[in-house]
């Protein structure tokens, strides 16, 4: 009997990444779920976990080894890029260590695996599917590092889809909107020891600003899509005849992808002072900045999962 194509699901403890492997195990392939840790694993018996922290290279060099003793001499079908961390402050007052953290794991750590496992890639014209967000279309207030490390994302996509084309490897970045898959709790309470930590000065500035800000997000992940529509798309793009080079995942991922764009800078501003501030004026931006009438498609949403 032939051998299931074989897909690796990076960051698969739990969310959109547990969601996926389930869906494709369930769905005709062998699945390598990656968890930062094994204590970490919510792994069910039919899927075959693999230790994989994306940031550390001994662990990606490891996790390679292990495929290719595992597939002996198969290629990957599909290697799923799901693996991301997000964190929430005031660009005033957030250490640059916690972008690069960030930046870390959901953009170098994306590259340094897309990089490990194309030879295994290459041996079966697998396919690559990163995970990317509404977030690297739409930027929000208090998710610099998520939102910047997205748009990232959406430009290696393009170039991996542009570079790979030619040996066969198709490239997708999928966007999801928002997505009920718990992170937002996580948020919430990494929200509060924020405030806790900002001087007098920084409290007054943004304490208000952040509790609203985290209530609107939990209240959007409450009525969020489940993590399994993510875990369908996915299944879609590897089915595909012809993938598509990115894909916005989401019941309100039009309203989301209109608000990219086509709103000018100016309306985008107004409606997300009125949606995270309560008011239109409510840390609202200088009177030139209110007269902008470009038309811009860099914004962000909603923090996503943890890395794993």
Same mark, same amino acid.
């Given at each position: 009997? +032939? #051998? ?7 960051? #698969? ?23 930062? /840790?094994?204590?970490?694993?919510? %792994? ?16 990606? $060099?490891? +996790?390679?080894? *292990?495929?290719?003793?595992? =597939? ?24 640059? $260590? ?15 695996? /897309? ?11 697998? $396919? ?5 967000? %509404? ?16 748009? #990232? ?10 570079? =790979? ?6 490239? /997708?970045?999928?966007?999801? #909107?928002? %997505? ?63 993938? !598509? ?5 989401? *019941? ?9 764009? +086509?709103? !000018?800078?100016? %309306?985008?501003?107004? =409606? ?20 902008? /009438? ?12 943890? *890395?794993?």
């Amino acid at each position: 009997m +032939a #051998a299931l194509p074989a897909i690796l699901v990076t960051g #698969a403890s739990s969310g959109i990444g547990l969601a996926t492997a389930q869906l494709l195990s369930k769905s005709g392939y062998r699945v390598f779920a990656g968890v930062r /840790t094994l204590s970490d694993r919510s %792994i069910q018996e039919n899927l075959s976990e693999i230790e994989l922290d994306v940031s550390d290279e001994a662990s990606i $060099r490891a +996790a390679v080894q *292990k495929m290719e003793h595992e =597939l002996e001499g198969a290629g990957l079908a599909g290697l799923i890029n799901n693996a991301g961390i997000a964190d929430v402050a005031p660009i005033e007052f957030h250490p640059v $260590r916690n972008f690069r953290a960030v930046f870390e794991v959901n953009v170098f750590g994306l590259v340094a695996v /897309t990089q490990a496992f194309l030879p295994l890639l290459h041996r079966a014209q697998g $396919r690559i599917v990163n995970m990317g967000s %509404i977030g690297g279309l739409i930027t929000i207030p208090f998710g610099a590092t998520l939102c910047a490390s997205k748009h #990232a994302v959406e430009a290696i996509s393009d170039c991996m889809r542009l570079e =790979l084309y030619p040996a066969g490897i198709h490239v /997708t970045c999928l966007q999801p #909107a928002s %997505i009920n898959s718990g992170s937002a709790e996580k948020l919430a309470a990494k929200n509060e020891q924020t405030i806790a930590s900002l001087s007098p000065e920084g409290q007054r500035r943004y304490a208000d600003m952040l509790r609203r800000f985290m209530k609107v997000t939990m209240e959007s992940e409450t009525k969020g899509s489940p993590p399994s529509l993510v875990a369908h798309a996915v299944l879609d793009v590897l089915r595909s005849e012809a993938p !598509p080079a990115r894909k916005l995942v989401g *019941k309100d991922h039009l309203l989301l992808k209109l608000a990219a764009k +086509a709103l !000018p800078d100016s %309306i985008r501003d107004r =409606l997300f002072r009125r949606l995270f501030f309560g008011s239109p004026s409510f840390g609202s931006c200088p009177a030139s900045q209110d007269q902008e /009438t470009e038309h811009h498609s860099d914004l962000s949403v909603r923090p996503s999962a943890s *890395k794993d």
